[in-house]
């Protein structure tokens, strides 16, 4: 085969292969004296290649749909106090499992907490309470 630039490096794609089919190319691989690699590729067209079956649907689904009559910008904002508290519990476990780290200030952390629990007050304040509908 002949060599291939750098800029479009060969790479590992691993593959199954029916047995029957694996001992073919192993065959034809002994009667060329090349690699099974070489006669893969030989087979290869990559203007005709294709995807085989069907694309598996994605398991998380980016957009939810909406299960309440609630405002969209609330529960945004609801996401986003989520993901600070997340960010804080992530660094309270970092500096307790990670030795030689300073020591984070509690009274800092409650302040911190306790000015989210006064912004989701707010928001509750705000917020329009809707009944979810059952089905």
Same mark, same amino acid.
């Given at each position: 085969m002949p060599a291939v630039p750098a800029a479009d490096p060969?790479?590992?794609v691993p593959c199954r292969l029916p047995k029957s089919m694996a001992a073919r190319f192993r065959t034809e691989a002994d009667e060329r004296g090349t690699s099974v690699s070489d006669v893969?590729?030989?087979y290869i067209k990559l203007d005709e290649a294709k995807p085989l079956g069907t694309v598996r649907p994605r398991?998380? =689904?980016k957009s939810?749909?909406?299960v309440t009559a609630a405002d969209p910008a609330l529960l945004q904002a609801l996401r986003l106090i989520g993901?600070? =508290?997340n960010q804080i519990a992530h660094g309270l476990h970092a500096v307790r499992l990670?030795?030689?780290k300073r020591a984070v200030d509690a009274t800092l952390?409650?302040?911190e907490l306790s000015a989210m629990r006064g912004q989701l007050d707010r928001l509750a304040v705000q917020a329009d309470p809707v009944p979810v509908p059952t089905s």
């Amino acid at each position: 085969m002949p060599a291939v630039p750098a800029a479009d490096p060969l790479i590992p794609v691993p593959c199954r292969l029916p047995k029957s089919m694996a001992a073919r190319f192993r065959t034809e691989a002994d009667e060329r004296g090349t690699s099974v690699s070489d006669v893969l590729r030989s087979y290869i067209k990559l203007d005709e290649a294709k995807p085989l079956g069907t694309v598996r649907p994605r398991k998380r =689904v980016k957009s939810l749909a909406p299960v309440t009559a609630a405002d969209p910008a609330l529960l945004q904002a609801l996401r986003l106090i989520g993901t600070n =508290v997340n960010q804080i519990a992530h660094g309270l476990h970092a500096v307790r499992l990670l030795p030689g780290k300073r020591a984070v200030d509690a009274t800092l952390l409650l302040a911190e907490l306790s000015a989210m629990r006064g912004q989701l007050d707010r928001l509750a304040v705000q917020a329009d309470p809707v009944p979810v509908p059952t089905s």
